[in-house]
């Protein structure tokens, strides 16, 4: 069965920590994405990345990083944690257009 | 752009009552359309999809058809379950573009 793991469900951080998100997909798919869910606004694009070392910026990108160092590991990174960060991150991987694959999810607040 | 419009607000039903949930949306070539759940306290998972005009995609009970002339993929499932309580999104993507546009979702409650 193919997977999308997050390292973590729940997360509790402070103000001002660097805090990293991980996530692994074991199907040697090429796209990787970052969401986050926030109630009444949906799902919205953090970043993505088609390939190793490639990343794009995709619609709020402002106070997040990410790396992808291997195909499989993708990880989203908040450079300087802030309150307005709690929320639900969701990772997803794909081939092509052929739809995503979800993880989990983490649930991060920020304290 | 790409988008995709789904109705508004929550939906709250019986057990065994019909269920609707309506989704259009605007693309320029030939989307395939998808429809994801998502569980309580869980990630999306994909429910089905279609991948050109006319198509009827189904899973668990749960059918949707690619209409072109409307540009809609309405869900529909003919008696819903306790079960069946989620979040539902619709979803499209293009040809040659890897990103998903995704509807706001709608939550569906079913009581017993």
């Known amino acids: 069965d193919v997977k999308v793991t997050q390292s973590s469900r729940y997360l509790v951080k402070r103000t001002g920590e660097k805090v990293f998100l991980e996530c692994v997909q074991d199907m040697d798919h090429e796209n990787m994405f970052w969401y986050r869910q926030d109630p009444g606004l949906g799902l919205r694009l953090i970043y993505f990345?088609?390939?190793?070392?490639?990343?794009e910026k995709g619609d709020i990108p402002e106070g997040y990083s990410v790396s992808r160092e291997k195909k499989e590991r993708f990880s989203l990174i908040l450079e300087s944690a802030s309150t307005n960060q709690t929320s639900m991150y969701l990772c997803a991987s794909s081939l092509q257009e052929y739809g995503y694959t979800f993880g989990s999810g983490t649930r991060l607040t920020v304290v | 752009g790409d988008s995709v419009t789904q109705m508004e607000g929550p939906v709250t039903l019986s057990e065994e009552a019909f269920l609707t949930i309506n989704c259009t949306y605007t693309a320029t070539g030939y989307p395939s359309l998808f429809w994801y759940v998502q569980y309580p306290g869980e990630g999306l998972q994909l429910l089905l999809k279609a991948t050109k005009a006319d198509d009827k995609g189904s899973n668990k009970g749960f059918e949707a058809t690619y209409r072109k002339e409307t540009t809609s993929f309405h869900l529909e499932k003919g008696s819903v379950q306790v079960s069946d309580s989620a979040v539902y999104f619709c979803a499209l993507s293009t040809r040659g573009n890897n990103r998903l546009a995704f509807g706001k979702g709608n939550q569906v409650v079913v009581i017993p």
């Open positions: 990345s088609y390939d190793v070392k490639m990343k």
